[in-house]
């Protein structure tokens, strides 16, 4: 393991595949992808954070100055914080500040979070760039073996089929190499439409009839709006057995959302959602 | 016996200042030709429009058949008045007979379909406008003459106790115009009230029974056509020399006064008179 | 320019329905046989088929046949009225009313109706952009002059196309996802009490409507030809419109913004029937619903499970369609 001091110059290359190189690790940082932020302060890296997001709603963030949304965070706000390091998306899922923040002087780093593979990797990333190494390393150790705990967990058992409600009209869940779609195979769950290919299908109401999933996962704060009754009440939903006998599963929509530092304990809370006599028996 | 009666009729347009009309009053007789003549803009127009019920006069009363014009249930007016408009856009694929058979429209419930006396009425309309032999072909293959008698054909349809015809024969060649004034008369000898509204005087003087002179809005004279084209009014009517001649004949309308529009050259005071021309006012609106 | 024996091109067109219909039961991600779906209908058999077949399948299939008849006929009322071979039923602002109504809904995340509450949204709306249409040409004092009308909706339409923007620009993600669903239209959502509130207007409106089939004729040729024929122009305009409206306000409220129907329906079956409103109308009305039935289960179908927005299908198959339509009726000379 080297030793990186808080001083040490460093070169990575970000998801756009350019190359970043910083004098020292950035201790004026504004994140505009929340799976890491919530990275950066599970790094115990939030007082080097200067600016967040709408959906940066953690304690630990909350009083810092608001910049906008993710996608369309607002330039000028950016700027005037004088960061030395701005987190921003993949240019091809929306990063589009890359041009003016390095006109203005400020150092881009474009992350991908789109699935498990990549919140490790990001862990390993933001660590550097914030000059917490020793962090990092310990987070990524003890997410590897917090997973693999949850996978050994479940691994004899049968594996109940599953409909992730993504939306509910159009009906739309996630595929199977997403965030969700991994997280779901770990924590001992068959998708019932494992077979798509596409991350983001919107199926037809009449097929999730005729795969009739053993549990029904819908997630809160997005879907909130639309109760579990009224669910219950529009034409086909009823028609699944997961409704009319109450097997649904609310989890937080963040925690399933974010390929970030929960995914161990959104692989925790699924599985023991699907097998809810591991529950309390194993970690 | 009048078919129409007219009363101190005022018609205003929304927006404009001076009245279409003012203070009409007038007596349209029952199966007479009434010709209504009279510069552009002088309110033939407008005046026919009241006639048919189309436009609500601001003041005056109008009666047809002695019953104001306003309590005739539209269908029932549309049964006595065939009308044939000024300008009209005809679908140019609609084919003669389907035009004529609009005609029976007042006359069929809305889920009534076409009995023995429509088709009749339909058939006879066709004959008597000598259409008939044009019955199947699109009214967009038509000549103008043509197509306006399949208009008047339509109106006949309606079978109706008169006919207003505004501006007949304004587009016409003068073959097509002669065809339309004789079938008009032929349709007034069979006892048809007819009014139109005409700037061929000088047809309309040898066709019609009377004559309505309209300017600025009001009635100069009305009476038979040589009551009406005297030297006074044509003068005051018609901003240029004229004289007017006797129709030689031969046929019924010989002794007709003809108007004759003189050159300039021909007449001495020729600048007063355009001097004293161009100081009246506009026509009405 | 009307077809000899009109009766027997509606009745074939109305076995076109019934076609439309039976395969709309039987397409699916799952093909059933004919058999397969009497025995769902009867309720016996697979319990998870008779699930599809009745609780799914048959309120999309009736709600596609009656939304695209209603569109359809709102659409060829409006371009008699107006005399523009442009006008779709959302000429006077229908759909940009209901979508103002809609996304306000999603966005403030109300749900005073339950899961009606959307679709009282959007009829609230449209029928408020189409009082604010009318507001604005009695303004003028042309109230029943088509082109007035046609610049009002276009303006009410504008309107309502930049509040729903501004809206939309306020909108968290989930609510903007909903939105766009929304506006991409759909019959996903049908339900047995939408398609009888819907059948019974639609079934109200076609006979009012067939009423005044003859009025409308003479309409399309000018106002002024009406009058002197013996119709009450303004009664009777008020009353197209106000069905016309109704209709469109009604099947916009069920199932989204569905584009291209209500205004090519009109023309293809002008085209194939003539532009007597005696047949025209009942033609329209069958040709449209038997059409976004189709359409809809082409949508359900093609790329199953996957399910594909109407508004795309519809346009995907009509467009090539009505564009041969066009040239073979050019080819073959003026229709008679």
Same mark, same amino acid.
């Given at each position: 393991?080297?030793?990186?001091?808080?001083?040490?110059?460093?070169?990575?290359?970000?998801?756009?595949?350019?190359?970043?190189?910083?004098?020292?690790?950035?201790?004026?940082?504004?994140?505009?992808?929340?799976?890491?932020?919530?990275?950066?302060?599970?790094?115990?890296?939030?007082?080097?954070?200067?600016?967040?997001?709408?959906?940066?709603?953690?304690?630990?963030?909350?009083?810092?100055?608001?910049?906008?949304?993710?996608?369309?965070?607002?330039?000028?706000?950016?700027?005037?914080?004088?960061?030395?390091?701005?987190?921003?998306?993949?240019?091809?899922?929306?990063?589009?500040?890359?041009?003016?923040?390095?006109?203005?002087?400020?150092?881009?780093?474009?992350?991908?979070?789109?699935?498990?593979?990549?919140?490790?990797?990001?862990?390993?990333?933001?660590?550097?760039?914030?000059?917490?190494?020793?962090?990092?390393?310990?987070?990524?150790?003890?997410?590897?073996?917090?997973?693999?705990?949850?996978?050994?967990?479940?691994?004899?058992?049968?594996?109940?089929?599953?409909?992730?409600?993504?939306?509910?009209?159009?009906?739309?869940?996630?595929?199977?190499?997403?965030?969700?779609?991994?997280?779901?195979?770990?924590?001992?769950?068959?998708?019932?439409?494992?077979?798509?290919?596409?991350?983001?299908?919107?199926?037809?109401?009449?097929?999730?009839?005729?795969?009739?999933?053993?549990?029904?996962?819908?997630?809160?704060?997005?879907?909130?709006?639309?109760?579990?009754?009224?669910?219950?009440?529009?034409?086909?939903?009823?028609?699944?057995?997961?409704?009319?006998?109450?097997?649904?599963?609310?989890?937080?929509?963040?925690?399933?959302?974010?390929?970030?530092?929960?995914?161990?304990?959104?692989?925790?809370?699924?599985?023991?959602?699907?097998?809810?006599?591991?529950?309390?028996?194993?970690? | 016996?009048?078919?129409?009666?007219?009363?101190?009729?005022?018609?205003?347009?929304?927006?404009?200042?001076?009245?279409?009309?003012?203070?009409?009053?007038?007596?349209?007789?029952?199966?007479?030709?009434?010709?209504?003549?009279?510069?552009?803009?002088?309110?033939?127009?407008?005046?026919?429009?009241?006639?048919?019920?189309?436009?609500?006069?601001?003041?005056?009363?109008?009666?047809?058949?002695?019953?104001?014009?306003?309590?005739?249930?539209?269908?029932?007016?549309?049964?006595?008045?065939?009308?044939?408009?000024?300008?009209?856009?005809?679908?140019?694929?609609?084919?003669?007979?389907?035009?004529?058979?609009?005609?029976?429209?007042?006359?069929?419930?809305?889920?009534?379909?076409?009995?023995?006396?429509?088709?009749?009425?339909?058939?006879?309309?066709?004959?008597?406008?000598?259409?008939?032999?044009?019955?199947?072909?699109?009214?967009?293959?038509?000549?103008?003459?043509?197509?306006?008698?399949?208009?008047?054909?339509?109106?006949?349809?309606?079978?109706?106790?008169?006919?207003?015809?505004?501006?007949?024969?304004?587009?016409?060649?003068?073959?097509?115009?002669?065809?339309?004034?004789?079938?008009?008369?032929?349709?007034?000898?069979?006892?048809?009230?007819?009014?139109?509204?005409?700037?061929?005087?000088?047809?309309?003087?040898?066709?019609?029974?009377?004559?309505?002179?309209?300017?600025?809005?009001?009635?100069?004279?009305?009476?038979?056509?040589?009551?009406?084209?005297?030297?006074?009014?044509?003068?005051?009517?018609?901003?240029?020399?004229?004289?007017?001649?006797?129709?030689?004949?031969?046929?019924?309308?010989?002794?007709?006064?003809?108007?004759?529009?003189?050159?300039?050259?021909?007449?001495?005071?020729?600048?007063?008179?355009?001097?004293?021309?161009?100081?009246?006012?506009?026509?009405?609106? | 320019?009307?077809?000899?024996?009109?009766?027997?091109?509606?009745?074939?067109?109305?076995?076109?329905?019934?076609?439309?219909?039976?395969?709309?039961?039987?397409?699916?991600?799952?093909?059933?046989?004919?058999?397969?779906?009497?025995?769902?209908?009867?309720?016996?058999?697979?319990?998870?088929?008779?699930?599809?077949?009745?609780?799914?399948?048959?309120?999309?299939?009736?709600?596609?046949?009656?939304?695209?008849?209603?569109?359809?006929?709102?659409?060829?009322?409006?371009?008699?009225?107006?005399?523009?071979?442009?006008?779709?039923?959302?000429?006077?602002?229908?759909?940009?009313?209901?979508?103002?109504?809609?996304?306000?809904?999603?966005?403030?995340?109300?749900?005073?109706?339950?899961?009606?509450?959307?679709?009282?949204?959007?009829?609230?709306?449209?029928?408020?952009?189409?009082? %604010? +249409?009318?507001?604005?040409?009695?303004?003028?004092?042309?109230?029943? !002059?088509? *082109? #007035? @009308?046609?610049? $009002?909706? /276009?303006?009410?339409?504008?309107?309502?196309?930049?509040?729903?923007?501004?809206?939309?620009?306020?909108?968290?993600?989930?609510?903007?996802?909903?939105?766009?669903?929304?506006?991409?239209?759909?019959?996903?959502?049908?339900?047995?009490?939408?398609?009888?509130?819907?059948?019974?207007?639609?079934?109200?409106?076609?006979?009012?409507?067939?009423?005044?089939?003859?009025?409308?004729?003479?309409?399309?040729?000018?106002?002024?030809?009406?009058?002197?024929?013996?119709?009450?122009?303004?009664?009777?305009?008020?009353?197209?419109?106000?069905?016309?409206?109704?209709?469109?306000?009604?099947?916009?409220?069920?199932?989204?913004?569905?584009?291209?129907?209500? %205004? +090519?329906?009109?023309?293809?079956?002008?085209?194939?029937?003539?532009? !007597?409103? *005696? #047949? @025209?109308?009942? $033609?329209? /009305?069958?040709?449209?619903?038997?059409?976004?039935?189709?359409?809809?289960?082409?949508?359900?179908?093609?790329?199953?499970?996957?399910?594909?927005?109407?508004?795309?299908?519809?346009?995907?198959?009509?467009?090539?369609?009505?564009?041969?339509?066009?040239?073979?009726?050019?080819?073959?000379?003026?229709?008679?």
């Amino acid at each position: 393991m080297t030793a990186q001091t808080a001083t040490s110059p460093l070169t990575l290359i970000d998801a756009d595949g350019r190359t970043l190189r910083l004098a020292r690790p950035a201790t004026r940082i504004v994140s505009l992808v929340p799976s890491a932020t919530e990275t950066l302060v599970a790094l115990h890296a939030a007082g080097q954070l200067v600016g967040r997001t709408r959906y940066d709603t953690a304690s630990a963030v909350r009083g810092l100055p608001l910049v906008g949304g993710g996608v369309d965070a607002n330039t000028e706000r950016l700027i005037a914080l004088r960061p030395d390091l701005v987190v921003t998306w993949e240019e091809r899922r929306g990063g589009r500040f890359r041009r003016d923040l390095e006109a203005a002087g400020i150092p881009v780093f474009a992350v991908r979070a789109v699935d498990t593979t990549d919140a490790f990797r990001n862990v390993g990333e933001l660590g550097r760039l914030s000059g917490q190494d020793a962090a990092a390393q310990a987070l990524q150790t003890q997410l590897r073996w917090e997973m693999a705990a949850v996978a050994a967990s479940v691994a004899e058992r049968r594996r109940p089929t599953v409909f992730y409600v993504v939306w509910n009209n159009p009906p739309m869940t996630a595929g199977a190499q997403t965030f969700i779609g991994q997280i779901l195979s770990l924590a001992g769950g068959t998708s019932i439409f494992a077979d798509l290919a596409d991350p983001w299908p919107t199926v037809g109401l009449e097929e999730v009839v005729r795969r009739q999933p053993d549990v029904v996962v819908l997630p809160t704060g997005e879907m909130s709006r639309d109760n579990l009754s009224q669910l219950r009440s529009l034409p086909g939903w009823s028609d699944l057995r997961a409704i009319r006998t109450g097997r649904v599963v609310r989890l937080p929509a963040d925690l399933l959302n974010r390929p970030g530092p929960h995914m161990a304990l959104a692989a925790r809370a699924l599985r023991d959602a699907l097998h809810p006599d591991l529950a309390k028996a194993v970690p | 016996m009048t078919a129409w009666s007219l009363r101190e009729v005022t018609v205003r347009y929304a927006g404009s200042c001076r009245p279409a009309l003012t203070d009409i009053t007038l007596d349209v007789p029952v199966g007479r030709w009434t010709a209504v003549v009279g510069p552009n803009g002088a309110g033939k127009s407008s005046l026919a429009h009241v006639l048919t019920g189309t436009l609500s006069p601001a003041s005056g009363t109008v009666e047809f058949r002695d019953r104001p014009i306003r309590q005739w249930r539209r269908r029932a007016l549309a049964a006595a008045i065939g009308v044939v408009p000024q300008v009209e856009q005809l679908p140019p694929a609609l084919t003669v007979r389907e035009v004529v058979a609009m005609g029976r429209y007042p006359h069929l419930g809305p889920w009534q379909r076409e009995g023995t006396v429509d088709r009749q009425a339909i058939a006879k309309a066709l004959a008597t406008c000598d259409v008939e032999h044009l019955s199947d072909r699109p009214v967009g293959s038509l000549s103008g003459g043509e197509r306006q008698r399949a208009r008047v054909a339509r109106a006949l349809a309606q079978a109706p106790g008169a006919l207003v015809l505004d501006e007949p024969t304004a587009a016409l060649d003068l073959d097509h115009e002669m065809a339309v004034f004789e079938l008009l008369r032929t349709l007034v000898g069979t006892g048809i009230t007819v009014l139109l509204t005409t700037h061929h005087v000088n047809l309309a003087a040898r066709y019609a029974d009377r004559l309505v002179l309209v300017d600025g809005g009001g009635i100069l004279a009305a009476g038979t056509p040589a009551e009406v084209l005297t030297p006074e009014t044509v003068d005051t009517v018609y901003r240029w020399p004229i004289r007017i001649v006797r129709h030689p004949g031969p046929g019924s309308d010989v002794g007709a006064p003809q108007l004759i529009a003189l050159q300039a050259a021909t007449v001495p005071d020729m600048g007063d008179r355009r001097q004293a021309g161009s100081t009246r006012s506009g026509s009405a609106a | 320019m009307t077809v000899r024996h009109p009766a027997i091109h509606l009745l074939s067109l109305l076995a076109l329905l019934a076609f439309a219909l039976a395969m709309a039961l039987r397409l699916g991600a799952v093909s059933l046989r004919v058999e397969e779906v009497l025995r769902a209908l009867a309720g016996t058999g697979d319990p998870d088929t008779v699930a599809i077949i009745r609780h799914l399948r048959l309120p999309r299939a009736l709600q596609s046949a009656l939304v695209g008849g209603a569109l359809s006929l709102s659409g060829t009322v409006f371009q008699a009225l107006l005399q523009n071979p442009l006008a779709d039923p959302f000429v006077l602002g229908v759909s940009s009313g209901a979508a103002v109504g809609a996304v306000l809904v999603v966005v403030l995340g109300l749900s005073a109706f339950g899961i009606w509450t959307v679709a009282v949204a959007a009829l609230a709306g449209s029928l408020a952009a189409i009082a %604010l +249409v009318l507001q604005i040409a009695l303004a003028t004092g042309r109230a029943m !002059d088509g *082109r #007035v @009308l046609v610049l $009002a909706g /276009v303006m009410v339409s504008a309107l309502g196309n930049a509040v729903i923007l501004l809206v939309l620009t306020f909108a968290d993600p989930e609510a903007f996802r909903s939105a766009l669903f929304w506006l991409m239209g759909s019959n996903g959502g049908a339900t047995p009490g939408g398609v009888a509130l819907l059948g019974g207007v639609l079934l109200f409106g076609t006979a009012i409507v067939a009423g005044i089939s003859r009025p409308l004729n003479l309409f399309s040729i000018g106002d002024q030809t009406a009058a002197i024929l013996g119709v009450r122009v303004g009664v009777t305009k008020l009353l197209a419109f106000g069905t016309a409206s109704l209709l469109a306000a009604m099947a916009v409220a069920v199932s989204g913004v569905i584009g291209f129907v209500g %205004l +090519v329906i009109p023309h293809t079956a002008r085209i194939l029937w003539g532009s !007597d409103h *005696r #047949v @025209l109308l009942p $033609a329209s /009305v069958l040709l449209g619903a038997a059409f976004l039935t189709l359409a809809d289960a082409v949508a359900r179908t093609a790329a199953a499970p996957l399910e594909l927005p109407i508004g795309a299908i519809t346009a995907l198959i009509g467009v090539p369609f009505f564009l041969w339509l066009l040239s073979h009726r050019s080819a073959k000379g003026t229709a008679t």
